[in-house]
């Protein structure tokens, strides 16, 4: 009897299976966490902040309300401006999946040695590495400027009023 066409009901081949629902679900959970896209680029809300301090308290809170936000955004620039050169796009594609597992994907606290990670030290990292990795890969000047261009991005997103 064939099973030609089938799906495997065995737990031999229910791993991968169970793998990618997994992935999936916190794909799904993990991009829940951003912030609102409609909400981010309300532009109705960018103005300039009254004083120095305004400034950096609009930064703060921003930051910590749409970091998954801002990081997509980075990403997805770099990743648009590496097109046209092959190497950094398969180096930026295996530290997507490092971004992926150690960043968006996980649903619970990184734990190294009982220690547990905060979430800006991992972005921190991850950002660090991303960054000298693709700079290893010739692609300096392509990879400054599309930083450049996702920083300047988020810089506009920065500085509106809070609430």
Same mark, same amino acid.
């Given at each position: 009897?064939?099973? @030609? ?5 065995? !737990? !031999? ?33 960018? %103005? ?13 809170? %921003?930051?910590? @309300?749409?970091?998954? %936000? @801002? ?31 150690? @960043? ?37 000047? %392509? ?21």
């Amino acid at each position: 009897m064939t099973t @030609y066409g089938t799906i495997p009901t065995s !737990s !031999s081949g229910g791993t991968n299976l169970e793998f990618l629902t997994r992935a999936r679900d916190r794909i799904q959970t993990g991009l829940g966490t951003r912030r609102p896209w409609k909400e981010m680029f309300n532009l109705a809300s960018i %103005n300039f902040p009254q004083s120095i301090s305004d400034a950096f308290s609009r930064i703060k809170t %921003n930051i910590g @309300y749409f970091r998954m %936000n @801002y990081a997509i955004v980075v990403l997805i620039i770099l990743f648009l401006s590496l097109l046209w050169n092959p190497t950094s796009l398969i180096v930026f594609t295996v530290l997507m999946a490092a971004w992926l597992f150690l @960043y968006f994907l996980r649903d619970e606290p990184l734990t190294i040695c009982h220690s547990v990670i905060d979430d800006r030290v991992v972005l921190g990292v991850l950002s660090v590495v991303t960054i000298v990795l693709l700079l290893l890969t010739n692609a300096t000047l %392509n990879i400054l400027l599309s930083i450049l261009g996702g920083l300047g991005a988020i810089w506009l997103l920065l500085h509106r009023r809070e609430g």
